[in-house]
């Protein structure tokens, strides 16, 4: 299930204890997409995870049938659709990979591929809220932001514990009110909607840093407000699931920041502030507020909190501590340790991972399936400029590719169809060989989580196992 595994673990525990007993909401933290205004803000974008919340329609919310994985609320500047609506939902599986089943997810990201998924969206889920011109064509139509967000960028989930009768108090609020869109930059923005929903769960949980936002709501100041109020109730069973963005041919997505991270950081301002062009006392006023009030990094808040169970060994720890029992310390973090490097691995893990892989390449290159290592930088890039994507019957992702002879082949491009019947054994290994490899040379922040990885890791194995059949059958063609 890939990529699926995080949230995977989170419903199977809904779905043991029972509806009723425990669920999810989380403040998702987007990185920046560095396009128009957010090249000049780098604020990102920000949305609310509800595991036992489901869409009704994409302006309807419901509780979720036994299996349903939840959903993601969210508002934009401008959905575009045919009204102004401020809010949309979408299942959390079309939010995260662009696809109702994730096991159909796309191993690496084009936009051939985004724009399929988008009008496989379009036209399933929006139905009658986007039958106009603009809304069905228009790239500046926010709606697009719901589906497939792993694409476009990197986020987190920082995720507690909420009880049925919060959820149900959110559907009957959200269903009552007017969805109609007044989003203002200033006050009510996609953080200010975050704050609004969690802060319905639990008041004064999430608030803007007034000093360090220069008034406004950011993304991380949301995040970074509620992880502080989570990370001191163990009752919450706070947790947070890192997505990766996904290997491929769309720009890098960049790390959120804060108002006066903003100005500490950028380089796009960084040489004026560095000779106090605009207030000789702006450099180091900005450095000190950013320091005081704005650090906060969602990558080790993850690695702090990579599951519920991680979060609650850490507090046993600190009660042993201040037991002073030693042996008991000791052996809670020892605990915990293991409990994190299960999800986000070892540095000797992934080492042994990027050894083995270096002898799978070189066996590639021996065998010619592919030309070199450096060729594996080129596979995104050849399948995106030379593929038509589609979809089948089952939702599987395909593409039909125009190699340099002329000759068309078909290579399956989703976890689901990558080896499956059909799909170029010799294109398939290519594409996995490169997913493998932007992994395994991505810094933590970009990475998958070790479970998702070893998914992945398991398609390349089996890909190298049917290698041999492939090669026979090439040879006797010849």
């Given at each position: 299930?890939?990529?699926?595994?995080?949230?995977?673990?989170?419903?199977?525990?809904?779905?043991?204890?029972?509806?009723?007993?425990?669920?999810?909401?989380?403040?998702?933290?987007?990185?920046?997409?560095?396009?128009?205004?957010?090249?000049?803000?780098?604020?990102?974008?920000?949305?609310?995870?509800?595991?036992?919340?489901?869409?009704?329609?994409?302006?309807?919310?419901?509780l979720c049938a036994p299996g349903e994985e939840g959903s993601v609320i969210s508002n934009y500047t401008t959905l575009g659709e045919d009204q102004p609506f401020e809010w949309n939902v979408a299942s959390l599986s079309n939010?995260?990979?662009?696809?109702?089943?994730?096991?159909?997810?796309?191993?690496?990201?084009?936009?051939?591929?985004?724009?399929?998924?988008?009008?496989?969206?379009?036209?399933?889920?929006?139905?009658?809220?986007?039958?106009?011109?603009?809304?069905?064509?228009?790239g500046s139509a926010e709606w697009r932001e719901m589906v497939g967000a792993t694409s476009e960028r990197t986020f987190y989930i920082l995720t507690v514990s909420t009880t049925l009768q919060q959820d149900l108090d959110l559907i009957a609020k959200f269903n009552s009110m007017p969805n109609v869109n007044h989003f203002n930059a200033m006050r009510r923005n996609c953080a200010d909607f975050t704050k609004d929903v969690i802060n319905a769960y639990f008041p004064h949980s999430a608030h803007r840093n007034i000093v360090s936002d220069m008034g406004m709501s950011s993304p991380k100041g949301i995040a970074r407000s509620f992880a502080r109020y989570a990370d001191t109730r163990p009752e919450l069973?706070?947790?947070?699931?890192?997505?990766?963005?996904?290997?491929?041919?769309?720009?890098?997505?960049?790390?959120?920041?804060?108002?006066?991270?903003?100005?500490?950081?950028?380089?796009?301002?960084?040489?004026?502030?560095a000779f106090g062009v605009w207030y000789p006392e702006v450099p180091g006023g900005a450095a000190g507020l950013y320091f005081l009030t704005g650090r906060f990094n969602p990558e080790h808040e993850f690695e702090r909190h990579a599951t519920a169970r991680e979060s609650e060994l850490d507090h046993q720890e600190v009660v042993a501590r201040s037991d002073d029992d030693e042996t008991r310390e000791v052996q809670l973090k020892l605990a915990v340790l293991k409990e994190r490097a299960d999800v986000v691995g070892t540095t000797a893990e992934w080492k042994s991972y990027r050894e083995e892989f270096d002898s799978i390449v070189d066996a590639a290159v021996r065998d010619g399936?592919?030309?070199?290592?450096?060729?594996?930088?080129?596979?995104?890039?050849?399948?995106?400029?030379?593929?038509?994507?589609?979809?089948?019957?089952?939702?599987?992702?395909?593409?039909?590719?125009?190699?340099?002879?002329?000759k068309p082949k078909i290579v399956g491009v989703s976890a689901s169809t990558v080896l499956a019947h059909g799909s170029d054994r010799r294109l398939a290994l290519a594409l996995l060989l490169a997913n493998v490899e932007d992994v395994l040379k991505a810094s933590a922040h970009k990475r998958e989580t070790m479970p998702d990885f070893k998914e992945n890791w398991t398609l390349l194995n089996r890909a190298q196992s049917e290698k041999q059949t492939y090669l026979a059958q090439q040879t006797s063609a010849h």
């Open positions: 299930m890939g990529r699926w595994s995080s949230v995977a673990l989170a419903l199977l525990a809904v779905l043991t204890l029972g509806s009723a007993a425990r669920a999810d909401v989380g403040v998702i933290l987007n990185d920046s997409l560095d396009t128009s205004v957010a090249r000049i803000t780098g604020s990102g974008h920000s949305a609310v995870y509800l595991s036992r919340i489901c869409p009704a329609s994409p302006v309807k919310l419901r939010f995260i990979y662009g696809v109702p089943d994730p096991q159909n997810r796309p191993l690496f990201a084009s936009w051939k591929i985004k724009h399929l998924m988008e009008d496989d969206y379009r036209k399933t889920i929006l139905g009658d809220y986007c039958a106009s011109h603009h809304c069905q064509t228009s069973n706070y947790y947070v699931m890192h997505f990766a963005q996904l290997p491929g041919t769309i720009k890098r997505s960049t790390d959120p920041r804060e108002g006066m991270e903003q100005l500490y950081r950028s380089k796009k301002i960084a040489l004026p502030l399936l592919i030309t070199d290592r450096a060729s594996l930088g080129h596979v995104f890039k050849d399948l995106s400029e030379h593929g038509t994507a589609y979809e089948d019957d089952q939702g599987g992702l395909w593409m039909k590719v125009r190699e340099k002879d002329g």
